[in-house]
């Protein structure tokens, strides 16, 4: 049962970056491959907070929401907005890999290249819970990652704004004609999803150490959530992210610590293989 | 004189090639740039596999690197383990893992397109320390493997030897794929990199050749690989990073990633830059990162680009003589000779996407020789229809038949290849691209030059790639805008594209034509050539489908004319026929009262 505590958690950093995946896929269309930099950069400004200006929790918090939220603007700004109307789609996966490698040189220039420790804001006693041990501030992890996920899939399918986001990721003509701003929706969007990176900063951070090359694992593992998931679904992204920081862990605790990545990668290319749109997307028909 | 420097353009390549690969036997370069030379040689190799990638198919592979690391540990080990070091063997060794690698990591990658080639590969990249971990057996983990001395037909192969091997195989390699990349096979690959829609109207499975692009590309990142193992003696975990694959990704935007040698410029800028600029090495991630947002942004063609740009910039201003013009081909009258139309017929056809029934019960006969107009208004379900047809939707119900053949939910390639064809809406049109090019690649199905045939340059290639180009202009001819023949398509006007599509569609000698609301936004001198030249597949035998909102246009065109309404037929018939219909007529004046009109029957397929 530790071994699925351990699981769940990492699994819930992986979700995290599926979420914010999803955010931004949903209201542009756009993949933001960055997005698990900008969770980087969330676990280095709860570091800042937390240890070199010795905030306390609450403002470490905000410090992590509104820095990574103006680096992701900054991001959209750069990075997308100049691609937008462009005839062909090619131009997002070379400036959000560039943007990406910016946030991790620049990372490594502020904060060093050592791993950073960040500290747990809970007390540091494993919990016993259902036959298993876990840190306090992992289960804090879990659950809150369950109820952004959760909070989100409910807000995109009820709220006004959430199906406006929808719409417009869908056709974006069609959705401005409706009256829907599209462009700022796009950047809420990004603001939305650096907000959420940043808020996490210190649950995550306390679990990963601050590092600047963070964001490759977890890029790659958050895509991994999407592939089990299906794009643009928050609770197929939330249970691939689970599902995988699962795999991960019982393949570290039983076949060797060399293997996990392999076998992520294995169940990978698998569920690319047998079922490419996700374990929850539905096929879609291609449009002329 | 401009011919002069035409014909003598190999002989000066030669020649350029020779100078560098006696270079440091005679004295001319020492050993630090003769190391240099080889280093930039072998990255070129890792960049121009990207390019092949990503400039021409449109596809991010991240996982150059971890092909590199492929080649080089199984050149490694097949020298040290099986004693096996002659370079051929190695060489050939590597090639041969690179393209299982490709294969099990381009299978699955490319089922979606998008992203998941780029992570699956990127993934590879990560795996590498991992995986050398693992085989440790065979890799030395992570101390590494000193490898043996490479052998040439069983002399040792060291110094002078190696820097001509590694020139050599580069140079190899370049003219490789310019042949493959300046042929029909490369203007496909620019298709499919435009839209993937595209091509698979052109007759091509997007995914087989996206898959055969991927592994071609890995094919000179494991020859670098194996390469590098014999340039260090030594092959270690440390130099198959991220931040290289990077570095690769970066040179190929820097060169100019469609384009054949962009990757040699690149991979010169980025080598020289690393071995110069080494105080900057703390920012180097930054600069990469900067390099790939500018190059995305704003100079997406990259050193290459520069280069086409100011050559002809300096033709222009005659500073240099101009090239010679592409040889006038196929004299004589353009005719259209006759196709081998068939009829096409639905029979009941259904489509529905969730609850929303976009077609039901839909019947209608398209023969050769006529021409089948569908009208309707908005969201009636035309371009559904067509959709349907062309193997875009896969049908929920009802049957398709193409003659004697059942083609619905056959994939759209495979039922272009059966003969049928079609214009868009809004004109898909490359980039990169002459207009004759393009309207070539409509033979790229039905008249194959098969890829090593383009790769040796072998006669069978002249032929065919001479047919191609007279037919291309024969047909641009037939349609009154042989004077675009050399521009770049994309650089034609809405009219002009469209009927360059119609040439395209020709090309192919389709059975089948589907024209998508062909004369929309077009002017009249426009609209009176396109109706000639429906008129021309009409009286060639030819079926032709036409989608179409100008009411007059249809009157004029049409031999019979189907009105759909919500996904329903509710006329059929003459032209004449049609304009009686009341039905029909409150459907586009919007009368609705009922009482307005008689209970008209929809004459069904009625003749």
Do not use: C
């Amino acid at each position: 049962m530790t071994t699925v505590w351990a699981g769940l958690a990492t699994g819930a950093i992986y979700s995290l970056v599926a979420i914010g995946y999803n955010v931004v896929l949903l209201a542009s269309g756009t993949f933001n491959f960055a997005h698990a930099q900008l969770l980087m950069a969330g676990t280095f400004l709860a570091y800042t907070g937390a240890v070199t200006l010795g905030l306390p929790v609450l403002p470490t918090l905000l410090l992590g929401a509104a820095g990574v939220a103006v680096v992701a603007l900054l991001e959209e700004r750069i990075a997308i907005r100049p691609l937008l109307g462009r005839s062909d789609a090619h131009g997002a996966l070379i400036t959000t890999v560039g943007a990406a490698t910016i946030l991790d040189g620049l990372a490594a220039v502020i904060w060093g290249r050592e791993p950073l420790t960040v500290p747990s804001v809970l007390p540091d006693e494993p919990l016993t819970l259902l036959g298993g041990t876990v840190r306090p501030v992992d289960l804090a992890l879990i659950a809150l990652t369950l109820l952004t996920g959760v909070g989100l899939h409910l807000w995109s399918r009820h709220s006004l704004l959430g199906l406006a986001s929808l719409a417009s990721a869908e056709d974006r003509e069609a959705a401005a004609a409706r009256g829907i701003n599209v462009r700022l929706l796009g950047t809420g969007a990004f603001v939305l999803a650096g907000a959420i990176a940043g808020v996490f900063g210190l649950l995550v951070g306390a679990r990963t150490y601050a590092v600047f090359d963070l964001g490759h694992s977890l890029a790659l593992f958050g895509f991994v959530a999407i592939a089990i998931g299906g794009s643009g679904s928050q609770l197929g992204g939330l249970i691939g992210g689970f599902a995988t920081g699962l795999v991960y862990a019982f393949a570290a605790r039983y076949i060797g610590a060399e293997f996990p990545q392999i076998v992520v990668f294995g169940v990978f290319l698998l569920i690319l293989f047998l079922r490419p749109r996700g374990l929850f997307g539905a096929a879609l028909e291609r449009r002329v | 004189m401009a011919l002069l420097a035409h014909r003598f353009r190999l002989p000066i390549a030669l020649l350029l090639l020779g100078l560098l690969l006696a270079a440091p036997a005679a004295g001319l370069i020492d050993a630090y740039w003769a190391r240099t030379v080889m280093l930039i040689a072998i990255l070129s190799l890792l960049v121009s596999g990207l390019n092949v990638v990503l400039g021409y198919a449109g596809e991010l592979a991240l996982g150059q690197v971890a092909l590199y690391a492929v080649g080089a540990y199984v050149a490694g080990y097949i020298g040290v383990g099986l004693g096996a070091t002659d370079v051929f063997l190695a060489l050939g060794a590597a090639v041969l893992a690179a393209v299982a690698v490709g294969l099990v990591t381009g299978i699955p990658g490319l089922r979606l397109g998008g992203w998941s080639l780029a992570m699956v590969t990127f993934f590879l990249v990560i795996l590498v320390p991992n995986l050398i971990d693992v085989f440790e057996p065979f890799t030395g983990g992570t101390l590494g493997l000193a490898t043996a001395v490479p052998t040439l037909f069983g002399a040792e192969l060291t110094g002078d030897g190696l820097y001509l091997l590694i020139v050599a195989v580069a140079a190899i390699w370049f003219a490789l794929v310019r042949n493959l990349l300046l042929s029909r096979h490369g203007d496909v690959f620019l298709v499919l990199r435009q839209s993937p829609i595209l091509a698979s109207v052109l007759g091509v499975s997007v995914y087989r050749l996206k898959l055969l692009v991927y592994v071609i590309g890995a094919i000179p990142a494991a020859l670098a690989g194996a390469l590098f193992a014999m340039l260090d003696g030594f092959v270690a975990p440390e130099t198959f990073t991220f931040a290289l694959a990077l570095s690769v990704l970066a040179a190929s935007v820097i060169g100019g990633s469609t384009s054949v040698y962009g990757a040699i410029a690149g991979a010169l800028v980025m080598q020289l830059g690393q071995q110069t600029l080494t105080r900057f090495q703390d920012w180097q991630l930054v600069i990469y990162g900067g390099f790939l947002l500018l190059a995305g942004i704003v100079f997406n063609r990259g050193l290459a680009g520069l280069w086409h740009d100011g050559l002809a910039a300096a033709r222009r201003r005659g500073l240099l003589p101009k090239a010679p013009a592409a040889a006038a081909v196929a004299e004589g009258e353009a005719e259209l000779g006759t196709l081998d139309g068939a009829v096409l017929r639905t029979e009941e056809l259904e489509k529905s996407f969730g609850g929303n029934k976009a077609l039901q019960g839909v019947s209608i006969e398209a023969r050769p020789g006529e021409v089948t107009a569908l009208i309707g208004p908005n969201g009636s379900g035309k371009t559904t229809l067509l959709n349907l047809i062309s193997g875009f939707y896969r049908p929920s119900g009802g049957r398709l038949m193409l003659g004697e053949t059942e083609i619905g939910g056959r994939p759209a390639y495979r039922i272009a290849r059966l003969g049928v064809t079609r214009t868009f809406q809004t004109p898909l049109i490359p980039k990169d691209m002459t207009t004759r090019a393009f309207v070539a690649t409509g033979r790229y199905a039905t008249h194959k030059v098969g890829i090593a045939t383009a790769l040796l340059r072998l006669p069978a290639f002249r032929r065919g790639y001479r047919a191609d180009d007279a037919e291309a202009l024969r047909l641009l001819r037939l349609l009154g805008i042989e004077e675009t023949a050399d521009r770049p398509v994309d650089s034609l006007a809405l009219g002009t594209r469209r009927l360059v599509e119609v040439a395209r569609a020709l090309a192919s000698r389709p059975r089948v034509f589907l024209f998508d609301e062909v004369g929309s936004g077009l002017d009249e001198s426009d609209l009176r050539v396109l109706e000639h030249a429906v008129g021309m597949i009409r009286e060639a035998g030819g079926t032709v489908i036409l989608v179409e909102h100008n009411f007059p246009l249809v009157l004029k065109l049409a031999d019979r004319i189907h009105v759909l309404s919500q996904g329903r037929l509710i006329a059929s018939g003459t032209p004449a026929e049609i304009q009686a219909d009341r039905r029909v007529l409150a459907e586009y004046t919007g009368a609705t009262d009922p009482a307005d009109l008689e209970p008209a029957e929809p004459r069904k397929g009625g003749r």
